[in-house]
DNA sequence: AATATAATGCAACATAGTTGCAATAAAAAA
DNA sequence: TTTTTTATTGCAACTATGTTGCATTATATT
């Protein structure tokens, strides 16, 4: 079930999505926001933001949890199967808007695939 | 650093991962060998197996730690840069000998990607 | 303003994985 | 074979991420 209130935190966390693009993994954003939501609403608002469509998750290094805003998703139709980019330098995590062609395997149903790609980022290339 | 004696534990561990070419989970493996040995070893011994480019690890579903033999890896030469399959329905993992085609990416440089692809696996697709 | 109930905080819990240190066992030396 | 060296182990305590139940609070509706 998806979000009914528009609740401070909700109206909060949807803010630091929309500060920039990349993806926020979820210790960062209770660290940033430790003094003002408890740790457990902050799980609670991100699953449910997307259920709704608004948020996708996945996992980044060490299997730690990210978040990061949906193109165009609703509620009964995500589609976000593009990989992801982790700069092992300064950790930052973007989702690439590349089309990624999955392999054909013979005798298995391919339901979901996710696809981390580690490497430099632009900015600490330089 | 790797493996110097040959000790009880990494005889049993090898052994594991000799009944089949299947990955084992970290998890499994504690619960299977739980009354020989401390989880501690066997954190310590697949690592140092890692080390020696016997074993390689990944990440399986919810970050999940997971390893399965190497093939023709060496301490200074590992190349596991496969995709990894694993079964939603009975949770089996395997490696998959694709050669996987990396995507270019303007202005990034790619050290490693991981690939875990979900569905069903041949068996229990029947 | 009163009501219904979604959302929150808190404490307690679950699980994966790590660390320091004393005790043990494998390999080398005697 | 016995002694010595030190790599490995077990244990307990710890860290970190994430979850759950329940009483309290805040939002939206009447
Ligand atoms: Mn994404
Ligand atoms: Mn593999
Ligand atoms: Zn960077
Ligand atoms: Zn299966």
């Known amino acids: ?73 609703t509620a009964d139709n995500h589609s976000d199967v593009h990989p992801h980019f982790q700069c092992l330098d300064c950790g930052k995590v973007d989702c690439l808007s590349i089309n990624i062609t999955l392999p054909k395997i013979p005798n298995r149903k391919i339901d979901l695939a996710q696809f981390l790609i580690q490497g430099q980022c632009d900015e600490c290339l330089t």
């Open 1 to 73: 079930m998806g979000i009914i209130r528009k609740t401070k935190s909700v109206k909060t966390l949807l803010n630091e999505f929309n500060k920039n693009s990349s993806a926020i993994s979820v210790t960062e954003l209770i660290t940033r926001l430790n003094s003002k939501f408890n740790k457990t609403t902050i799980y609670r608002v991100l699953d449910k933001l997307e259920d709704d469509g608004v948020l996708h998750s996945f996992l980044g290094k060490n299997g730690l949890k990210w978040y990061a805003k949906c193109n165009g998703c």
